[in-house]
């Protein structure tokens, strides 16, 4: 397992109702991008949600468990 930091991009713009970053508890990146997805899919309707594609994905370290550590959500 590997801890990823998952955030918006400096060039996007981040809203209410949106959130900025992640850490998540994962084995690799497309495992980080399954849990995006079930995150951008629970965005209610008429939100935005596509920002969820163009987050930068890194990796911090590899010990713990799976899951998202922290998040941030910029409420509105």
């Known amino acids: 397992m590997q801890l990823y930091l998952v955030k918006r991009s400096q060039k996007d713009y981040v ?34 949600r596509e920002y969820i594609d163009r987050m930068v994905i890194s990796v911090l370290d590899k010990n713990g468990p799976a899951g998202v550590v922290c998040s941030s959500y910029n409420a509105g």
Do not use: C, M
């Not at 998540?24 to 495992?31: D, G, H, K, S, T």
């Not at 991008?33 to 309707?45: A, C, F, P, R, Y």
């Open 15 to 48: 809203d209410f109702d949106e959130y900025d970053s992640f850490v998540i508890r994962a084995q690799n990146e497309l495992q980080v991008k399954n849990v995006l997805g079930k995150i951008k899919s629970s965005i209610h309707d008429g939100l935005e």
